[in-house]
């Protein structure tokens, strides 16, 4: 089976541990290449088209090119114009019609003032594989800090294969979980100056976080007699974030690719590992599937691919026999209204037998569980 796990980024910056200071390649500004990047799937709906200039490997940004033509095409000669949406991003709603299993599509892109124009190869849309099974395995690992160990849940999913689906997946991943701050307050001071009145924090307590999972995940079974990924690894969640603590659901989009988009994300692997914290590689090096018309010598990054995609989601709740972390957070003791920091609104714990001084109090996010990125509205799908 080949496994190939990335990072999607088109530069990767690897850090150097070692006392051996890493190779910084000096980026000019004469060599920022032009970056699309681009995805087609049959849902209908809004489709994205990026459009930017790269940047310096240790200065990430999104450097975005506006004021492009771009489109879309299939292979009939249907096409079909996106707009700009915001600088570099450009989105068209795309009827049902105009999407199917089985099309190629190919993408064009006119930056100002309009002299050159950029395409893309035909990608074709395949037919997706159904994700047969999706589940975890507690799973021990090694810890940067000597003599401990992580405990957490590593994820799997299962698929067969056909005669009629594409044989290259990759697979994206959200994922979402409930948290509590760490502590209630009954009461609140907001300015100094102000009186000390009562207030509970309950209804801001609990929360519920999504992130995308910040790695992406690969396979093919191109090469495998039976055409069937089994135990197919993808995120794994330790003990050391407080992400299972409650309850974790983990989405899984699963994408069917070509050769052509699977050979691409497969290099961007090679190319990771080769670097290790020295480049043998440009970080820039690796082309994708887009050209000039009338230079194809010319360096472009990005890719754009045609997919068919099906989600599943699984659930953790948390029955394990080990501990997890929970949010990290120190109060402090105030005897009188000076020992308080200024960080308003200060949630307070009162210590006195009938409220008032001493109370505990600390950073908002003690009390707050809004403060770390969560919303206290709980997702349909809980």
């Known amino acids: 089976m080949l496994l190939n796990r990335f990072r999607l980024a088109f530069f990767l910056a690897i850090a150097c541990s070692s006392c051996i200071y890493p190779f910084e390649p000096v980026i000019r500004e004469s060599q920022s ?30 450097q975005p090119v506006g004021g492009c033509v771009v489109t879309v095409e299939d ?3 249907t096409i079909h114009l996106y707009r700009e949406h915001s600088p570099g991003v450009y989105r068209a709603d795309l009827p049902p019609s105009f999407l199917s299993v089985g099309k190629a599509y190919s ?16 990608d074709t849309l395949l037919p997706c594989a159904p994700i047969d099974s999706l589940y975890y395995e507690v799973q021990t690992r090694a810890s940067t800090e000597p003599g401990k160990k992580l405990y957490g849940v590593q994820f799997y999913n299962d698929l067969t294969c056909t005669e009629v689906t594409a044989v290259n997946y990759r697979w994206i991943l959200g994922e979402t979980w409930e948290y509590v701050s760490p502590y209630l307050g009954d009461y609140i001071y907001e300015y100094r100056g102000a009186p000390i009145t009562y207030f509970s924090t309950y209804h801001i307590h609990r929360c519920y976080k999504r992130e995308p999972v910040n790695e992406m995940f690969s396979a ?12 197919n690894p ?5 003990n050391a974030t407080p992400r299972i603590k409650i309850r974790y659901s983990l989405l899984v989009t699963q994408q069917s690719l070509t050769h052509a988009a699977y050979n691409f994300w497969d ?66 003791t105030a005897e009188k209204f000076d020992d308080f920091f200024d960080l308003f609104p200060i ?22 569980c809004r403060e770390t990125g969560g919303v206290t509205e709980k997702p349909d799908f809980w």
């Open 33 to 62: 290449v032009l970056v699309i990047n681009g995805m087609i799937s049959d849902d209908p709906g809004v489709h994205e088209v990026t459009v930017s200039r790269s940047t310096p490997y240790n200065e990430p940004r999104f």
């Open 75 to 77: 292979e009939t000669g």
């Open 107 to 122: 993408i064009m892109v006119q930056p100002p003032p309009g002299m050159e124009v950029y395409r893309s190869d035909f």
């Open 220 to 231: 093919s079974a191109r090469f495998l007699s039976e055409n069937v990924i089994r135990r």
């Open 234 to 238: 993808l995120n794994y969640v330790s």
């Open 267 to 332: 290099r961007l692997e090679a190319q990771a590992e080769e670097s290790g914290g020295l480049y043998e590689t440009q970080p820039w090096s690796i082309s994708g599937n887009i050209y000039n018309t009338e230079d194809p010598e010319e360096k472009v990054l990005g890719f754009f691919f045609a997919t068919q995609q099906v989600s599943k989601r699984i659930f953790v709740e948390n029955d394990f026999d080990f501990d997890v972390a929970g949010i990290a957070c120190d109060l402090n």
């Open 347 to 368: 949630y307070l714990i009162s210590l006195g037998q009938l409220g008032g001084f001493p109370y505990l109090f600390g950073p908002p996010y003690c009390f707050d």
